[in-house]
C-alpha cells in the first residue's frame, strides 16, 4: 500500500474557457502528501487555494490532471464513487465553522457519524474523545450560539475528524479569529492531527502557523512553488 495519501497530478484550472474573460487558476500542479506529513499551503486570498483544496477533497473536478487518494486514481470516477470516498477518507476544515445551529456540539460531531452508518452509541463516544481532546468537553451540550468564536472552531476541528479520515484539509482554519485565540486553536488542531497520524493539507496566509508545519509550499500564478 501507498505511504502517499494524496497525490495531484498535472492539474490545471480555469474558468470562463475560451472566452476573453478566462481566468486560469490552476497551472500545472503536482504535489505529493505522505501519510502523517502536515503541509501548509501559503497563498493570498484570491490566488486559488480553496479551488485547489476543493479538487483534491473532490468537491471539485480539474480540466486535466489526476487526483489520487490513498492511492486510488478518482479520475473519471463516478459521483457516487467520490462522495463514498469522500464522506469516508477526507475531512473538510473552513475558515468559518458551519456548525448546525440548532444542534449541540456533541450532535454536531455525531451527525456526520450516524451519516456513515456508525451507531449511535460509538458515535457519541468518539465525539466525546475528540471534545476532550480539544479541551471543550463541558461545552458538550451548548449549542453553537452559547460558544466562543474559538471553542466553535474547535467543534468543526472534531466534527472533521468524526470519521477517522486519511486527509485532512483545512482552508485557513483559524483565519476569522484573533491572533491569541487562533494560536490556541491552531495548538488544539495540530494536537488532533498528530494525535491521529493523519495527513494535513492546510492552507494559510499566516507564515507562523505555516513554519509549524513540516513543509510549507507557496501557491504562485496558479503554479507550487517550495517557501
Known sequence: MSDTVLRLQGLTKSYNPGKPNEVSVLRGIDLEVAAGEVVALVAPSGAG??????????????????????????????DRKRTGVRRR????????????????ALENIVLPQLANGVAR???????????????IAPRA???????????????????????EPKLLLADEPTGNLDPTTSDQVFGALMALVRGTGLSALIATHNLELAA??????????GQLVPV
Not at 476543493?54 to 473519471?76: C, K, R, W
Not at 475558515?95 to 448546525?100: A, G, N, R
Not at 451540550?141 to 470519521?163: I, M, T, Y
Not at 509549524?212 to 504562485?220: A, K
Open 49 to 78: 487555494k480553496s479551488t485547489l483544496l476543493h479538487i483534491a477533497g473532490l468537491l471539485d473536478t480539474p480540466d486535466q490532471g489526476v487526483v489520487e487518494i490513498g492511492g486510488t486514481d478518482m479520475t473519471g470516477q463516478s
Open 212 to 221: 509549524r508545519m513540516d513543509r510549507q509550499i507557496r501557491l504562485e500564478a
Open 121 to 135: 452509541s460509538a458515535a457519541d463516544a468518539r465525539a466525546q474523545t475528540l471534545l476532550s481532546e480539544v479541551g
Open 89 to 104: 477518507d477526507v475531512g473538510f476544515i473552513y475558515q468559518f465553522h458551519h456548525l448546525l445551529p440548532e444542534f449541540t
Open 141 to 163: 451540550d451548548h449549542r453553537p450560539a452559547a460558544l466562543s468564536g474559538g471553542e466553535q472552531q474547535r467543534v468543526a476541528f472534531c466534527r472533521a475528524l468524526a470519521n
